[in-house]
């Protein structure tokens, strides 16, 4: 099983990345899927999912309205897509996949984004 994120890197404030998740390993479109993220000695906070067949999606009110979520079952990939970006987004995101049948779940390695000027 492999979720190996991309995308990450320094953007200044007002700047846009998208970052990629491509999984494998596991029946990709029987998961759920999300975005996390996380600084240092903090806990790793939801950011965004989205469920199986791309019917339902959820945001933290902190990025609502700013990033999208999106997935691409035919590509085995989930992306997040960044707009308008604030020093507050600066992290170490993560994607993780869930199945919604089990207590099974996979993370990536993570990929930094820093949002600064």
């Known amino acids: 099983v492999q979720l190996v994120e991309s995308g990450g890197g320094l953007v200044q404030p007002g700047g846009s990345l998208r970052l990629s998740c491509a999984a494998s390993?596991?029946?990709?479109?029987?998961?759920?899927m999300s975005w996390h993220r996380q600084t240092p000695g903090k806990e790793r906070e939801l950011v965004a999912s989205i469920t199986m067949a791309s019917d339902n999606t959820y945001y933290s009110d902190s990025v609502k309205g700013r990033f999208t979520i999106l997935r691409d079952n035919a590509k085995n990939t989930v992306y997040l897509q960044m707009n308008s970006l604030k020093p507050e987004d600066t992290a170490v995101y993560y994607c993780?996949?869930?199945?919604?049948?089990?207590?099974?779940?996979?993370w990536g390695q993570g990929t930094q984004v820093t949002v600064s000027s």
């Open positions: 993780k996949a869930r199945s919604p049948y089990s207590s099974v779940f996979y």
């Open positions: 390993g596991f029946p990709f479109s029987g998961y759920s």
